[in-house]
């Protein structure tokens, strides 16, 4: 099969019939029977079935569809490429980013895109740590945020700005205790709400709940630290969060504490070794120093 072959079987596959796929590729119908019929030629079998539901795939067309996949997709990302390289105003980003950065900071730097490339498209995946591997080799994004630096050997990671992690607990709960009191006393009968799994904040979790002789039992647990954070807002306990977190806290309704004691936290940007982002996508990623440096400067107190 050449490369329009496959164009033409994957748009048959996808559609369901030959009207559609010729809509979807912008020729005639006839021409996508053609292709199709002069396949199954080459192949000397059938790829199609047609029934009143439209046009199935045969069993051996099943096993060809498994197979052509990544081609197909690789085909679409070099043309893709080729797209994004032919001008330097129309294009497009896909980026991944961890739920923390995804709603504290990454709103900062689409909202400067937008202004300053404003014919750029943009996609945004919101994904846990432990599926940013996938995304980055698979090329479905051009590069990842996320904190601490990536594990895998086939993924590059480019730092970006380290900070502290603080511990936050409601006002409400923080003002019981007088002003004098130190943090393990007043957050002695205090539960952590944790995370679940393997996210990396959960040992900072545990490691603060052991100095600060935190209650035991079964606790609530939770996925991630914007939840962790709702309950937190309701009194129900303590957490951790990182600094781009601490700092858009409402000190009115949250007291973040600087834990000192605990290694600073990095942000990372995240790409495939093999495949360093292109244009657009270093574009975004040039804006981040200045915006994160904006982001984290002390804010005037009224």
Known sequence: MNLRQLEVFQAVLQTGSMSAAARLLCITPSAVSKAVAHTELQLGYRLFNRTPAGLKPTPEAQVLAVESGSIYRQLDSLQRTARNLATTELGDVRLAAIPSITHEFLPTLLHQHALQHPQ??????????????????????????????????????ELLVSGRLSLAVARTVWD???RAAALAARLAQVPAIRLVGDDPMRQSIDSTAHRLGTPGGPGIQVQTSRLALELVRLGMGWTVVDFLTAIRLDPALIVAVELHDLPPMSLYSYHASQHPPGLHATRM??????????????????
């Open 120 to 157: 750029v498209g943009v996609e945004v995946r919101t994904i846990h740590q432990d599926q940013m591997t996938q995304a980055l080799l698979t090329r479905s994004v051009d590069f990842g945020l996320g904190f601490f630096e990536h594990p895998h050997p086939q993924v590059h990671s």
């Open 176 to 178: 019981r205790a007088p």
């Open 285 to 302: 990623l040039a804006m981040l120093p200045a915006l994160l440096h904006q982001a984290l400067s002390p804010r005037p107190r009224a």
